[in-house]
């Protein structure tokens, strides 16, 4: 079936690099993204989200970038801290529903 | 404001026990969802309420899974009996009614079973 999967099962960094976490997605009608971080301990928090009219769409220290043609989905955070230690996922949601699908996650890690 | 809360946060039970979760939504949040990560995988999508309704439950593994949402409030998740492979994270979420937006949708810290 159709589903949203990531390249990098886990990231590390030095603090101050930047980061790029990947994600591939294979349903051609999805037309709405999301990325989530979740923190040990806790659920997914939402951090940035894209509509597929747009390619690229900025937030604090976080620009997600979409490329429909090759169906890949990437989030880059500047200048990485500590803080941003965390497992991030990419999810989808297709035309009007109401059901975010979410991939495996990628483990950020962030050394001092 | 409270956000999406769950009970309990971590339940380590015996495969053939039964364990129920529960989920309080934010006030006011039709949709609720109950989604399960295991260990290393993906977060996976079990089934999705408007109000007190089912609207989606092709997520559900199995019948010894039951969720329920009486009065179109709390929800709870009864796994009975427990196996080994029901191990993992249980999120539950909630948003308003109308199609998702990411920052529309909350989610609690989530439920750690753990079955031996």
């Known amino acids: 079936g159709e589903n949203v999967g990531l390249h990098l099962p886990t990231l590390s960094v030095q603090e101050g690099d930047n980061s790029i976490i990947n994600c591939a997605y294979s349903?051609?009608?999805?037309?709405?993204f999301i990325w989530y971080k979740q923190e040990s301990g806790k659920g997914p928090q939402f951090i940035i989200d894209?509509?597929?009219?747009?390619d690229k769409r900025q937030g604090q220290r976080v620009t997600v970038l979409l490329n429909k043609t090759v169906k890949h989905l990437s989030l880059q955070i500047a200048a990485t801290q500590p803080g941003d230690s965390a497992v991030y996922f990419c999810?989808?949601?297709?035309?009007?529903?109401?059901?975010?699908?979410f991939g495996r996650g990628t483990s950020l890690i962030v050394h001092p | 404001e409270a956000g999406v809360t769950q009970f309990p946060s971590h339940s380590v039970i015996e495969k053939g026990q039964t364990v129920t979760l529960r989920c309080d939504p934010i006030?006011?949040?039709?949709?609720l969802y109950w989604y399960r990560r295991v260990m290393g995988k993906e977060i996976k999508f079990l089934l999705h309420?408007?109000?007190?309704?089912?609207?989606?439950e092709s997520g559900m593994p199995n019948n010894r899974f039951l969720a329920e949402r009486t009065g179109g409030t709390y929800s709870t998740l009864k796994v009975q009996p427990a196996e080994l492979e029901d191990s993992g994270v249980y999120f539950c979420?909630?948003?308003?009614?109308?199609?998702?937006?990411?920052?529309?949708?909350?989610f609690g810290e989530g439920s750690w079973l753990t079955v031996v």
């Open positions: 999810a989808e949601i297709s035309g009007g529903s109401y059901i975010p699908t």
């Open positions: 349903n051609s009608a999805s037309d709405y």
């Open positions: 006030s006011g949040h039709d949709n």
């Open positions: 309420f408007v109000k007190e309704s089912k609207q989606d």
């Open positions: 979420a909630s948003s308003p009614l109308g199609p998702s937006s990411g920052n529309t949708i909350y």
């Open positions: 894209i509509r597929s009219n747009m």
